[in-house]
């Protein structure tokens, strides 16, 4: 929305790049479904990352060719996918032993609504005859060690999705590390939000007008 | 002589009665044993309780079973997917029950049920509405919930190549829940591409052992799901 | 003892046979640590069963060759072994699933003091001092679906390893299916212990005499 | 780029520090890493916790760690076996303490600490002297006791073959604890026969995925700890 009235704030890719820059050399990676899954094309040359998906992949590559799909082989979105030299399979059970157990360094996920504690709300919109999904979310927030989320700013009706409190059923409490946003790069500190960067074009006082929750500007200290 | 070969997939799930708990393998279509579920269609088993992580595509597979009306209760962690239109209908209509599980508690509830752990603690859905209702405990500083172990009648699996004592390899992300499936079950029916002689799966490589098969049927050609859905067939044909 | 003297009772190798009599086709069997061993070679001709050793094994075949052993290829007992074709390796978790998930049909254990209502006791005399060592040994009592004990009636001093009451610590309470000495065997039943077949040359009141708790004979309903 | 392998044991073993919990591979002789717990002995790191089926044979790798007084605890389940007499004697004489745990339940234990899985509730050992002082519940009728995960900082494991990410295959029963304890530790450190390209081993076959590794040394021709034992061979020698 931002970005295209005003010709400001980061698109997409840029918010995918965003994230792929703070993935370090040597990450086990796991992407979510939507957005997320933008990510791993934007990873900096030169920095190996390894990436989960947790039907049972490790060293998940890029999409096949179209139509070159195995649909034996495919990402938790059922989509197809390819497996990089040195890549893996296993089990369910031995997948989420590496996402309980704090081996997966870093996840990527959309949000519903994030608060300013770091709570999501990610897989249910609460909706009374809606159908509940939950998939591998709430494994994922409890066991990954780092947890960024990668979202809009606001909801197609321009509502905030960064709020006080979670409206929206969690997905987990005091979960989420990192918020990258089309108008952000927000980090959850224990003394609230904290912005790191904002995106060309958009201001402090613009940023807290579309936030639902206090924001913490202290470039000194969390800017790279 | 041990042998664990049956000759059909309708002889392979001729067992299966009213009311069982089965779990049927596979992500998606990725190690759905559709062969299997079709047969079990044929046969007519109702009132069934089915694990597995969906509810099925379209109108073949787990989807038409569920279609027939022979499952009463859907255990799963993401009951609705892109191409998933009979579970959703149903259980609006208040017609199914779903228990949803959080995928890896899902898991390792099967995996329990197979190791004779009847219960466990995990992080996951704690704090969340899944979790309520669930006996809490804190170890270590954090909190986590108690699962149960779920076990079943019936598995129905999909692999890549089997051996005539119920040895198992998959194929690719196709494994998913396949293994942890063929422990949790009193029996345990497995549909192979291929059947191999003893010793032909090199004895480091078996992913299930054979002691947690105890049917296996070869379906050299299995259907492929996607497509089936993509041409909107709709089983029985 | 009773063999040497008056030529009466069964031999080690009878004994094994006795247990092996007792093994289906099909079956999956643990074998514990010494007498228990024995058994394999005794199964009849035809009947396919399949050797379970909890350090990672399904399918082992007997001992190679002398001085052919792989000291990576080895069973419980920390001696060589072969594997059969239609072998699997597996790890500890993965071989204890088998065994805690009720997957193993028969195991056979070797024993210090049997109970007349199936208490264990075989990994400790409690002495002090005396290191204790369980190895799998409580794991398989609580898992396994059959628990047949193969043991000499006596101890070397001449005492019943039959007993009302154990007195030696616990492997595990009400475990114990069926026993296999050289005097007889005798099935552990809710009414008490029943002797199904006496050894030649032993009779009712000889076995009486050399047993720590009460026996029913009642051969109609329990000898084959 | 990723690269798990560094060139000696000493170096692969430099970081455990004194009172760390050190897990160790292996039953009895069989997939024990002897060149790192050599190299540990070398390193010197004292008042060490050692998870190991057993306690070593002779004199050489885990009895000779032991011999040179730097375990101050054991956590096993067979203690003694036919070629043990160092840990017995340290034993005797009350110089070494003991947590005995049987077999399965120490496999589930560390499965758990690298599951994240904090406890779990087994049938093992319920009414008997291991059992005492655990607490109990039942479930479905049957009672079962609780345990607790264990994890160490650094486990030790040896293996078949290993490339640069840590993804390993083992070698026949030399398997047993590997896979579990390369799980549960903050730092695993691996040694193998073999090193091989990305892509050398089927992703269908991996035993133990690289995520779960740190470091990797090979170590071409291991010793043969039962050889050595037979010849009654000292470490240091």
């Given at each position: 929305?931002?970005?295209?009235?005003?010709?400001?704030?980061?698109?997409?890719?840029?918010?995918?790049?965003?994230?792929?820059?703070?993935?370090?050399?040597?990450?086990?990676?796991?992407?979510?479904?939507?957005?997320?899954?933008?990510?791993?094309?934007?990873?900096?040359?030169?920095?190996?990352?390894?990436?989960?998906?947790?039907?049972?992949?490790?060293?998940?590559?890029?999409?096949?060719?179209?139509?070159?799909?195995?649909?034996?082989?495919?990402?938790?979105?059922?989509?197809?996918?390819?497996?990089?030299?040195?890549?893996?399979?296993?089990?369910?059970?031995?997948?989420?032993?590496?996402?309980?157990?704090?081996?997966?360094?870093?996840?990527?996920?959309?949000?519903?609504?994030?608060?300013?504690?770091?709570?999501?709300?990610?897989?249910?919109?609460?909706?009374?005859?809606?159908?509940?999904?939950?998939?591998?979310?709430?494994?994922?927030?409890?066991?990954?060690?780092?947890?960024?989320?990668?979202?809009?700013?606001?909801?197609?009706?321009?509502?905030?999705?960064i709020v006080r409190n979670c409206t929206f059923p969690l997905t987990g409490k005091q979960v989420v590390d990192r918020i990258y946003t089309d108008m952000a790069i927000i980090d959850v500190k224990k003394e609230g939000l904290l912005v790191r960067k904002l995106a060309p074009g958009i201001n402090a006082d613009y940023l807290r007008q579309n936030t639902g929750a206090d924001l913490i500007f202290n470039f000194n200290c969390g800017n790279k | 002589m041990i042998n664990k070969i049956v000759d059909s997939p309708g002889r392979a799930v001729g067992d299966i009665f009213d009311g069982a708990i089965v779990m049927i393998g596979g992500f998606g279509e990725a190690g759905s044993p559709i062969e299997l579920i079709h047969a079990l269609i044929d046969h007519g088993a109702r009132n069934l309780t089915v694990v597995s992580n969906n509810t099925g595509s379209g109108h073949v597979g787990l989807a038409a079973l569920i279609e027939?009306?022979?499952?009463?209760?859907?255990?799963?962690?993401?009951?609705?997917?892109?191409?998933?239109?009979?579970?959703?209908?149903?259980?609006?209509?208040?017609?199914?029950?779903?228990?949803?599980?959080?995928?890896?508690?899902?898991?390792?509830?099967?995996?329990?049920?197979?190791?004779?752990?009847?219960?466990?603690?995990?992080?996951?859905?704690?704090?969340?509405?899944?979790?309520?209702?669930?006996?809490?405990?804190?170890?270590?500083?954090?909190?986590?919930?108690?699962?149960?172990?779920?076990?079943?009648?019936?598995?129905?699996?999909?692999?890549?190549?089997?051996?005539?004592?119920?040895?198992?390899?998959?194929?690719?992300?196709?494994?998913?829940?396949?293994?942890?499936?063929?422990?949790?079950?009193?029996?345990?029916?497995?549909?192979?591409?291929?059947?191999?002689?003893?010793?032909?799966?090199?004895?480091?490589?078996?992913?299930?052992?054979?002691?947690?098969?105890?049917?296996?049927?070869?379906?050299?050609?299995?259907?492929?799901?996607?497509?089936?859905?993509?041409?909107?067939?709709?089983?029985?044909?």
């Open positions: 929305m931002v970005g295209k009235e005003s010709k400001t704030g980061w698109d997409v890719v840029e918010m995918a790049a965003n994230v792929a820059a703070d993935i370090h050399n040597g990450a086990y990676v796991n992407l979510g479904i939507g957005m997320p899954e933008l990510v791993a094309g934007q990873v900096p040359e030169g920095r190996e990352v390894i990436y989960h998906t947790e039907n049972g992949l490790l060293g998940m590559g890029p999409p096949p060719p179209e139509g070159n799909g195995d649909p034996e082989l495919i990402n938790a979105g059922k989509k197809c996918v390819t497996a990089i030299p040195g890549a893996c399979y296993f089990h369910h059970a031995d997948s989420f032993t590496m996402i309980r157990g704090r081996h997966i360094d870093i996840c990527v996920l959309g949000a519903l609504q994030v608060s300013e504690n770091g709570d999501l709300a990610n897989w249910s919109t609460g909706e009374p005859g809606a159908i509940p999904a939950v998939g591998g979310a709430m494994d994922l927030v409890a066991g990954v060690r780092t947890i960024y989320v990668i979202s809009r700013h606001l909801t197609k009706k321009g509502e905030p999705k | 027939n009306r022979q499952v009463s209760r859907m255990i799963c962690s993401f009951p609705r997917t892109t191409n998933s239109k009979v579970f959703p209908e149903l259980y609006k209509r208040g017609e199914i029950e779903l228990e949803l599980v959080p995928q890896g508690t899902l898991a390792e509830r099967i995996r329990a049920g197979g190791a004779g752990i009847p219960a466990f603690y995990t992080p996951a859905s704690v704090d969340t509405p899944l979790g309520e209702g669930k006996e809490s405990r804190v170890f270590g500083g954090r909190k986590y919930v108690m699962e149960l172990a779920i076990r079943a009648d019936f598995s129905l699996v999909k692999c890549k190549a089997a051996d005539r004592y119920g040895n198992l390899v998959y194929n690719k992300t196709a494994r998913n829940f396949g293994p942890v499936m063929c422990t949790a079950a009193d029996s345990t029916i497995v549909q192979a591409r291929e059947i191999v002689e003893l010793g032909g799966i090199d004895p480091e490589t078996v992913v299930t052992p054979g002691i947690f098969v105890n049917k296996v049927v070869e379906v050299i050609n299995p259907a492929d799901e996607s497509r089936l859905v993509a041409e909107n067939r709709i089983y029985p044909w």
